[in-house]
């Protein structure tokens, strides 16, 4: 029966054994005891640590899937199993420690686990405390910016048209520091001007002072003006009109004023284009009058494109003990 040595003993027994002579006296069961003795002590051998200093590796091992047969089998061989760990020794930072847990994968290794994060090496990262700056556009795509929890409410950036035109949607109310919202954008004026219509420069022509949203305007005759908005910035003629003016060619003083009256008249397309439109302005003194001014400022309110008042609808009603002239 074989017997499992160590190879210090197996040396000594093929030597004792198998004596270097041509005496004759080396015997069958000699040479079988001992090659059945070192069949099996090649696993001890192996596992006995002599191939980590006196005898190691030096090339490539590899563990096959396949069985002595040839036949592939990845479920039951080629296997390393470690049930303690493992070591590099070239590694650069902790060479001397082992490894004794396996690696954990792609998807479940803790980032904050890993040591040398600190520094914050990962500067294509946005880092979410606000320490570095980004240092190009920071692009969202179709998506939304909101508080945790929510989908499809906050706000985001929309192209519209052609070119980097972009709109900002915002899906519920503005907020400011003083407490104060604003739930749309309906209140603010869609274009407004103000302008000298006195006539008395420039042959006539009005001299805009400050506008938005206004693409011109034309003396029609005295007191009578042709305001032309930009194209696009209301749907229909029915927007709400605002306007005054002092009546009067001077406004060299607080008195400078004529009473009257600022009318918005005829209001249509320009050049029959839905999206260019314009507003005839009136100035008509208490007199009867018309009258150029020195100051005339007017405010517009209105659909834009796409834009509507909402989902309450106004009532409107008549008294019960109205007198009809």
């Given at each position: 029966?074989?017997t499992?040595?160590?190879?210090?003993?197996?040396v000594?027994?093929i030597?004792?054994?198998?004596?270097?002579?041509n005496?004759?006296?080396?015997?069958?069961?000699?040479v079988?005891h001992n090659?059945e003795?070192t069949?099996a002590?090649?696993?001890?051998?192996?596992?006995?640590?002599?191939?980590?200093?006196?005898?190691p590796?030096y090339?490539t091992?590899?563990l096959?899937?396949e069985?002595?047969?040839?036949?592939s089998?990845t479920?039951?061989?080629?296997?390393?199993?470690?049930?303690?760990?493992i070591f590099?020794?070239n590694?650069p930072?902790n060479?001397s420690n082992?490894?004794?847990?396996?690696w954990?994968?792609?998807?479940?290794?803790d980032?904050?686990?890993?040591?040398?994060?600190?520094?914050d090496?990962?500067?294509?990262?946005?880092?979410?405390?606000?320490?570095?700056?980004c240092?190009?556009?920071?692009?969202?795509?179709?998506n939304?910016i909101?508080a945790?929890?929510?989908?499809a409410?906050?706000f985001?950036?929309?192209?519209v048209?052609?070119?980097?035109d972009?709109e900002?949607?915002v899906?519920?109310?503005?907020?400011?520091?003083?407490n104060?919202?604003?739930p749309?954008?309906k209140g603010?004026a869609n274009?407004?001007?103000?302008?000298d219509?006195s006539g008395?420069?420039?042959?006539g022509?009005?001299?805009?002072?400050a506008?938005?949203?206004?693409?011109?305007?034309?003396r029609l005759?005295?007191g009578k003006?042709?305001?032309t908005?930009?194209?696009?910035?209301f749907?229909d003629?029915?927007?709400?009109?605002?306007?005054t003016a002092?009546?009067?060619?001077?406004?060299?003083?607080?008195e400078?004023?004529?009473?009257?009256t600022?009318?918005?008249?005829?209001?249509?397309?320009?050049?029959?284009n839905p999206?260019?439109r314009?507003?005839?302005l009136?100035?008509k003194?208490?007199?009867?009058?018309y009258?150029d001014?020195e100051?005339?400022?007017?405010v517009?309110?209105?659909y834009g494109p796409g834009?509507?008042?909402?989902?309450?609808t106004?009532?409107?009603?008549v008294?019960?003990?109205?007198?009809d002239?």
């Amino acid at each position: 029966m074989a017997t499992i040595k160590s190879s210090g003993d197996l040396v000594s027994s093929i030597s004792t054994d198998m004596a270097d002579n041509n005496a004759g006296l080396i015997s069958a069961e000699d040479v079988r005891h001992n090659m059945e003795d070192t069949v099996a002590s090649i696993g001890r051998i192996v596992c006995s640590g002599d191939m980590d200093v006196e005898y190691p590796f030096y090339k490539t091992v590899r563990l096959s899937n396949e069985n002595s047969t040839g036949a592939s089998d990845t479920k039951t061989t080629g296997d390393l199993v470690l049930d303690s760990g493992i070591f590099f020794p070239n590694a650069p930072e902790n060479s001397s420690n082992r490894q004794d847990r396996p690696w954990l994968g792609d998807g479940s290794i803790d980032h904050g686990s890993i040591a040398g994060l600190g520094d914050d090496d990962h500067t294509i990262y946005y880092h979410v405390a606000g320490t570095r700056a980004c240092t190009a556009d920071f692009k969202l795509g179709d998506n939304w910016i909101n508080a945790s929890g929510y989908t499809a409410k906050g706000f985001k950036f929309v192209p519209v048209g052609p070119g980097t035109d972009q709109e900002i949607y915002v899906s519920g109310n503005m907020r400011w520091a003083d407490n104060s919202t604003m739930p749309n954008a309906k209140g603010v004026a869609n274009a407004w001007v103000t302008f000298d219509g006195s006539g008395t420069t420039n042959n006539g022509v009005p001299t805009i002072r400050a506008y938005h949203n206004i693409s011109g305007i034309e003396r029609l005759n005295p007191g009578k003006f042709k305001i032309t908005f930009l194209s696009g910035i209301f749907v229909d003629n029915d927007y709400a009109c605002i306007g005054t003016a002092n009546g009067t060619t001077a406004s060299g003083s607080m008195e400078d004023m004529t009473v009257n009256t600022c009318g918005f008249v005829l209001r249509d397309m320009v050049d029959n284009n839905p999206d260019l439109r314009s507003v005839t302005l009136n100035v008509k003194t208490a007199a009867g009058g018309y009258a150029d001014s020195e100051l005339i400022d007017c405010v517009f309110w209105g659909y834009g494109p796409g834009e509507t008042s909402g989902v309450i609808t106004p009532t409107t009603s008549v008294a019960d003990d109205i007198t009809d002239p």
